[in-house]
């Protein structure tokens, strides 16, 4: 899959294309949806797919400070969008110039003057332009005059996550905040992913026989609520059945919040310096300051064993 960093990315003489236009943020299955089809009416048109997202996330440059909680970087969604069939991402830089841009003049410049867009797939709540002004209709009225189609897919999948809301980032946003990773991965079709650099940390884990992963993560991410979670840590590729502990460690009056991620019945990881991916599976408990350091062991010692048995019997069902 081709990735571009602005519009003066897109190689010269690229033809017809069939275009989605989103943040994305999470690919969640009401994305997928909407990425799916994309991909499929391209294939049956014999044209490219092509997925236009923005970054920063819009809300930063139009209300400062307003950035929301990311559910998946950039590179993470590239990786998503790859596995739907996506042939390339245009991800745009937004700026207060862009941010500037009449829906027209998004239209001419984007959509047609670069990506030659055939038919553009959208949810029916996009918006786009100065404001926000523009939507499918308008995007839909011009498309004549322009030479392409519009699409207008539904997006509003539900389930048992949020007591029955429509599946979207926002509702995601709410669980992973909460702590409800289970509903979180309701909505994305696969669990809630924090990534990051294994940094040096206090290194009490390890003291306590119990070596955790002390994750740097990258900025803006969705962590969830504070306390211990079964799931999975991955580096270099392999895949590590993990209980994780998010929080200040207030055992030890900590007042940084960290992800760390013990790699279970592991010895001997050198992680440090790499970047890693923390996937929750479950909540266990939530984050506790013990009586005595005993007691603590005692506690951790069952937390590893309730990961444990968690992670197995998802992993056989």
């Not at 700026?95 to 990506?115: G, N, Q, R, Y």
């Not at 699409?151 to 949020?162: C, K, P, Q, R, T």
């Not at 669990?191 to 740097?216: F, K, M, S």
């Amino acid at each position: 899959m081709q990735c571009w960093r602005g519009l003066e990315d897109i190689p010269e003489g690229w033809g017809r294309s069939v275009v989605t236009i989103g943040s994305y943020d999470g690919v969640h299955r009401g994305h997928q949806l909407i990425i799916g089809r994309a991909v499929e009416r391209a294939r049956e048109l014999g044209v490219p797919s092509v997925v236009v997202t923005f970054d920063p996330h819009p809300s930063e440059v139009v209300r400062p400070g307003a950035h929301p909680p990311l559910l998946a970087a950039h590179t993470r969604r590239a990786e998503l969008m790859t596995e739907l069939g996506v042939d390339a991402v245009l991800i745009l830089p937004f700026t207060a110039e862009f941010s500037k841009l009449a829906p027209s003049e998004f239209i001419a410049k984007v959509l047609v003057d670069k990506l030659h867009a055939r038919l553009v797939i959208e949810g029916p709540n996009f918006r786009f332009g100065h404001k926000a002004a523009g939507n499918v209709t308008l995007l839909a009225e011009l498309g004549p005059a322009y030479d392409y189609k519009v699409e207008v897919i539904d997006l509003f999948v539900s389930g048992e996550a949020g007591g029955g809301e429509p599946f979207s980032s926002t509702l995601t946003r709410r669980l992973v905040a909460e702590g409800d990773v289970e509903g979180a991965a309701e909505i994305l079709g696969r669990p809630h992913r924090v990534e990051g650099i294994v940094v040096r940390g206090a290194q009490r884990g390890r003291d306590l026989g119990y070596p955790t992963a002390n994750v740097e993560t990258l900025p803006h991410t969705a962590i969830p609520a504070d306390g211990v979670y079964a799931g999975w840590l991955t580096a270099n590729g392999e895949v590590m059945p993990a209980a994780i502990s998010v929080g200040t460690n207030p055992q030890f009056d900590g007042t940084e919040r960290t992800v760390e991620a013990y790699a279970i019945d592991r010895v001997g990881l050198d992680l440090y310096g790499l970047h890693v991916a923390v996937d929750f599976l479950a909540y266990v408990r939530g984050m506790l300051k013990f009586d005595s350091i005993d007691d603590l062991l005692v506690a951790m010692a069952a937390d590893v064993k309730r990961c444990g048995e968690l992670i197995a019997a998802y992993e056989r069902s």
